[in-house]
């Protein structure tokens, strides 16, 4: 069982340039997650899925893109690099029930110079 | 709104000693409340959780943490520091009825030899 794979696993961009993080899961969990994370700061929700075709906002939502066409895959596309998106970003999915825990890739390390 | 505070960026303990990590959240309706680790260069792994029932939760490793709602906390506990154990800790909470984690800030154990 691969998991929660994330790819890249460290990305440089410039400011401006456009790029997306992708994040594949084979457990068939309906729900998916972006965090980022940033030090000091935990990690916050930028966007999540609970299925095929349905997107929704987390807490810091702003500069990203996503969108979810199969189970399987759920990327995340940044528009326009700024500085403040150098983060270390990670990919989740969960069965969707009340208890149930978070699988998580092992994380996209991005700079934006 | 829901948050968490977890209280100490950095605790270094001795082998042996005991581990105790902080942990204070709040919520307006009863809360399910999670532990995760992440180790070097690694995504979140679960360590325990309360949902419902015995307020006292033991996880994986030897950790265990105890629910106490007339303090709002959730303090994670490990009666011997061993070597393995230096990662970062996160407190998370969600609402019971809820499909979106809350993360605390993060808490970064070293262990000394």
Known sequence: ?113 | AQSVTQLGSHVSVSEGALVLLRCNYSSSVPPYLFWYVQYPNQGLQLLLKYTTGATLVKGINGFEAEFKKSETSFHLTKPSAHMSDAAEYFCAVRKAAGNKLTFGGGTRVLVKP
């Open chain 1, 1 to 113: 069982n691969a998991g929660v794979t994330q790819t890249p696993k460290f990305r440089i961009l410039k400011i401006g340039q456009s790029m997306t993080l992708q994040c594949a899961q084979d457990m068939n969990h309906n729900y998916m997650y972006w965090y980022r994370q940033d030090p000091g700061m935990g990690l916050k929700l930028i966007y999540y899925s609970v299925g095929a075709g349905i997107t929704d906002k987390g807490e810091v939502p702003n500069g990203y893109n996503v969108s979810r066409s199969t189970t399987e895959d759920f990327p995340l596309r940044l528009e326009l690099a700024a500085p403040s998106q150098t983060s270390v970003y990670f990919c989740a999915s969960s069965t969707g029930t009340l208890v149930e825990k978070l699988f998580f890739g092992s994380g996209t390390q991005l700079s934006v110079l």
